[in-house]
């Protein structure tokens, strides 16, 4: 793993974050336009983290996600327009129109899945990293997961079980401070997260989780440590999302205006694009190329959505699950 990624990785870390940027800036629009059926939780101000991890992962390593999945499933490789069209519930979205934000699939690039139930990401990780040892297939497995999976009972499980067997997993665990409106200092006495891998023997690392190139740093170090047979990581992103914690939600008397706006003077996107021109002037017209692919990527996406179809309703049953066959 290279300690600094080389202008090509650097690149591709600033279109992945802006690819989902624009994304949640399109469904926030769309969501008020009527266009989304059922929830909305934008992942914006928390860009970094998906981007800085998936950056490391092939594409037969697994993902499992939270209610905020959007960054990544596209981190990870599914397309804007998968996206945008499952969340507007039409048949070309990646689970066909069928599952919507919280229910991206797309397992043949290794995303297993958003999920609207908080902490089960956890557990299926660690499987998914048993498989792999067991399978010997070096491949491996990341959960994404809040502050508001941490007191729940599947972190000490899957914890516990990826450290006893030396897993192959990456536990990342994106603190935003606030579970809904309820803040992780109420929530538990500890601030930290990544002390608790102590309980568990394994490495514990807090990183910025709004600087992009500290996340792909620990995560580097982490998917190496996994492939080499050496065991789990848990990894704490300090973050923040600087939307309502759902689209028309809102957004007032557990947080103030002012720790908003201090964060969104923190904004991921923003410091990464004035370290790579602060390093380099000569960037500026490479971003701003990089920039304006993405938003056309994204519009382009928005339009293919709202013209799909939506699924046939003769189809409803059909990639159901049944024992009874
Ligand atoms: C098992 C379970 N308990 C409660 C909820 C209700 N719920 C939905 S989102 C949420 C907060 C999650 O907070 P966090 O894990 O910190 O993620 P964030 O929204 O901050 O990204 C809760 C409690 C749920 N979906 N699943
Ligand atoms: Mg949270």
Not at 97 to 105: E, I, W, Y
Not at 145 to 157: C, I, L, P, T
Not at 266 to 289: G, Q
């Amino acid at each position: 793993m290279n300690e600094f990624p080389d202008d090509e990785q650097l690149f591709s870390l600033y279109r992945t974050l802006l690819t989902i940027r624009y994304t949640e800036e399109q469904l926030a629009r769309s969501f008020l336009a009527g266009l989304v059926h059922g929830a909305c939780h934008t992942y914006v101000g928390e860009e970094a983290v998906a981007t800085g991890v998936c950056a490391h992962l092939r594409r037969d390593d697994s993902v499992f996600s939270t209610h905020r999945g959007h960054g990544h499933a596209l981190a990870k490789g599914v397309p804007p327009r998968e996206v945008i069209a499952e969340l507007f519930g039409r048949e070309t979205g990646c689970s066909r129109g069928r599952g919507g934000s919280m229910h991206l699939f797309s397992p043949e690039i290794g995303m297993m899945g958003t999920s609207g139930i908080v902490g089960p990401c956890i557990l299926q990780a660690a499987g998914a990293g048993f498989s792999a040892k067991l399978l010997g297939t070096n491949r491996v497995g990341t959960a994404f997961f809040g502050d508001g999976a941490v007191n729940n009972g599947a972190f000490h499980e899957g914890l516990n079980l990826a450290a006893i067997y030396q897993l192959p997993v990456l536990f990342v665990c994106e603190n935003n401070l606030y579970a809904t409106e309820i803040a992780f200092s109420y929530a538990s006495k500890n601030p930290s997260v990544a002390s608790r891998a102590q309980a568990y023997n394994m490495p514990g690392i807090e990183v910025d989780g709004n600087d992009v190139l500290a996340v792909y740093r620990a995560a580097g170090e982490a998917v190496r440590r996994a492939r080499a047979g050496e065991g789990p990581t848990l990894i704490e992103c300090k973050t923040y999302r600087t939307r309502a914690h759902a689209e028309g939600m809102r957004d007032a008397g557990y947080r103030t205006v002012e720790e908003i706006e201090s964060w969104k003077q923190r904004d991921p996107i923003k410091m990464f694009r004035e370290r790579l021109t602060t390093r380099n002037a000569a960037v500026v017209s490479v971003l701003d190329a990089i920039e304006a692919q993405v938003r056309a990527t994204v519009s382009e996406a928005a339009v293919f959505a709202e013209k799909s179809p939506y699924p046939d309703g003769n189809t409803a049953a059909t990639h159901i699950y049944s024992m009874e066959g």
